[in-house]
């Protein structure tokens, strides 16, 4: 019905259009093709002016009405972030500027300008002076905003402070992995014919003694408010992106190419949850690159918590090692043999 209705609304403005454009030309065969052109004239400069002032509106209705929103308007959630924010609103301010003064000049010249018989137009065919003005004013301008922005690149990009603790993500279809290093703070090393989906997701070599405490976790990745991470990245299939918007970072996960960036969080998720008026609050990793039919599920969630928080979730992870070995694990062993003990002596109990 409603598509009915819409199709009949558009037939019926084109026939309106269409009435109005024959209507016009028959004034025209009337009035003369000279006093119908100035008028016409007259109109066109008028519909510059309209169109000038309705668009300043509708974008000042559209910033009202959307601005809270966006991203932006929640502020960055990470130190670098709020660099990326600081980058992208002198951008902002800057280009804001000459839209919205070259958009007036541009409206306005056309209705102020229109034909006139008192006037005589003026023939303008070339100034280098002027060229020169307009060309090395935004080369200067982009070069400046450039440099702010290659200095942050190899700011995220580049060594993080001794303190930041490391986390290895791996991209898959569709899903996100990540792996941390355990208490000796070095990654074991890995091979990809070692992968295997149930134990082994990104292919760890179990003889090296520094992979036997890693620590593998699927689509939540916990991190501490404060303390810098480094990301490695990775991919075992296709290019992923890693999508951070709330921390205002990306970079590309390839296979076989392991690619850095840092952040440091600045606010847990419960911070962020009262800080945005929504309990449901979540960090998000998502999927940045089109990688396949799955790719819109590809989400991976970033919980940021205190230092105590973080201790304790991680105090509950079992190295990935005993996951692939379960007779290798000290804890299940000690239970086992706990449990031998205790049916012994219940044994002995029963003979006595
Ligand atoms: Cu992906």
Known sequence: MTLFLSIA???LIYVVIFQIAKASEYVSILKGEEASRKQNNKINGFLMVAFLVLGFIGIYVCNKAYYSKTLLAQGAASVQGEKVDQMLWITLIITGIVFVITQFLLFWFAYKYQESDNRKSFFFAHSTKLELIWTAIPAITLTVLVIFGLRNWFFFTG???KNAMVVEVTGKQFGWIFRYPGKDA???KK???????????VGIIWDDNYSQDDILTEQTMYVVKGQPVKLIIGSRDVVHDVGLTHFRLKMDAV????TTMWFTPKYTTKEMREKTNNPNFAYEISCDQ???NGHYSMKGIIEVV???EYDLWMAKQKPQYFVAFPEKDPSAVKADGAAKTDSTAKAATAKM
Request: proline share 17%; hydrophobic share 30%; aromatic share 10%.
């Open 159 to 161: 060594e993080p402070p």
């Open 191 to 201: 091979y990809y014919k070692n992968i295997d989906p149930a134990t082994n997701s």
């Open 290 to 292: 089109m990688c396949g």
């Open 9 to 11: 609304i558009i037939a």
């Open 255 to 258: 296979p076989g190419i392991p």
């Open 186 to 188: 070095i990654f074991g």
């Open 306 to 308: 205190e230092q105590e």
